[in-house]
């Protein structure tokens, strides 16, 4: 079941035209600045906007088709939706609102997925509470729950994350992660935050300015310097996708293996062979033209200089393939003068830390690529 | 005898608690669809019914007994047709008291209740619809319930004021012991006769007690309507 969508609208000032299709299982994030039209174009696949033109398809079913006037209401879309702001109905109990969904569906769940789901988002204790009375990140479990009762043929998320503050995203995080893993269905992801993009997803779209700037796999798309100013100069980095090959308990530290090379990284609770994603923020690596011998970094890998990246200002943005991997360094113009850092250039790439962003199973790479 | 009420007055009691009872519970359904359209829809002649849903509030009730006599006597247009084909007469009976009830309270009931579907986060009617809840499931299961206090302070309301209702009973049905001598008509009746001072003070007494226990109740309602609002 993969979904197709293709609108234009314009709201005031804003005009929108936006195209992409996500896969029929795994994440796929919207991703872009806000005022991108990120939240338009979730509604516009819900149906709480109808768009000026357009066609959006999922598994073959049309949901909105202006040159046919084709537009399936709301109702009848049978799209989980979870909103930023839970949107509970404060007159129902946590179980009530769980059911919502669950009575106005042909597709109604058995007692036991009822069961599957209240236990994987652990909300056996909220159920006979009403919304008033819980935190902000039970409510959005709360909100998951309902959404994934309603029987769904795909969910979207719009910033389920963002009304929470930085405990209580992480408190809530790992629900996203397992309503990933356990969804057999095309899930669309909408955030701002490249954290919980490289967390969560699997593909990219990169919305800017009403439009798509980019469609493709998290770690194609990251690895792009000419998306750099979108995927957060700062916190921008290349994503990588590896697997653990040993442990070394002495010095608590977790080798993993990529294709590309292997790193070291502080010590996982995982068994060997479990796949993880991490990522390598450009400003936390070193480009060397030698290898150092006497560093304190245990990470050094060899590469090859690929594409610089240089707007007016002090840094110069380097991407190096590493095996298939595009790892990416932020440096100094004068360092690259210095070391004379040129597409081509064998280089060693030093690597001060690493962030984890996620283990367990990760929806493998599609094959064909969206660039 | 009853708290020291003759029969005549305690037939007043209970005619004016009919009449206001049947007035709000048919205007209800009316106010609420009334209050939905001006909350939720735009469209070109709102002011104009807003501006009609109010009329009663400010217009003198004699004025709106004079316009339902006009249209609802049995020679008026509608009221002469009624009488005909149906054999439905409004003038001199208790129904069109309540009417006239009805019409003069209406713009309470509508005003609490749009004040109500206000509070209502228009984003839970989008969750509901997204959960597969048609457009009447929605209204019934979602916006009437969390209307609901809403409702009832805007009932409670308009049937205190429905209670006290003099000039648009007295002009549109007259007042006729038994069938629209309601309590303040029973008042102004005391008044007018000589030794009547006495039953008018015990009526005067018993239509504050009633008017001040339908405020308090209202006031019950509208705190329990924040409550409900706050999520």
Redesign the interface.
Known sequence: MTLAVSYAHRLGEFALDIAFTVEARGVTALFGPSGSGKTATVNAIAGLMKPARGHIELGGVTLLDTEAQVSVPVHKRRLGYVFQDARLFPHRKVEANILFGAKRTADTPSPQMIKDIIALLDLTPLLQRYPANLSGGERQRVAMARALLSGPRMLLLDEPLASLDGPRKNEVLPYLERLADAAAMPIVYVSHSIDEVTRLADRIVVLNKGGVAAQGDVADIMARLDLFPLTGRFEAGAVVDGRITRHDAEDHLSEVAFDGGRLWLPALEAEPGTAVRFRVRARDVILALAEPHMTSANNILRGVVKELRHDAGTFVDVQVACGETLLLARITHRSRKRLEIEPGREVFVIVKSINLDRRGSITPRTEHNGR | MWLGLSEAELQALGLSLKVSGVAVLVALPVAFAAALLLARKEFPAKTLVDGLVHLPLVLPPVVMGYLLLVVLGVNGPIGSWLNETLGIRFVFSWTGAALASAIVTFPFQVRAIRLALDAI?P??E?????????PL??LFN?TL??ALPGLIAGAITAFAASLGQFGAIITFVSNVPGETRTLPLAIYSAIQTPDGEAAAARLAALAIALALGGLMLSEVAARRLKR????
């Open positions: 986060d984003g839970l989008q969750a509901a619809r997204t959960l597969g809840a048609g499931d929605c979602v319930p969390l409900w609002s706050r999520q």
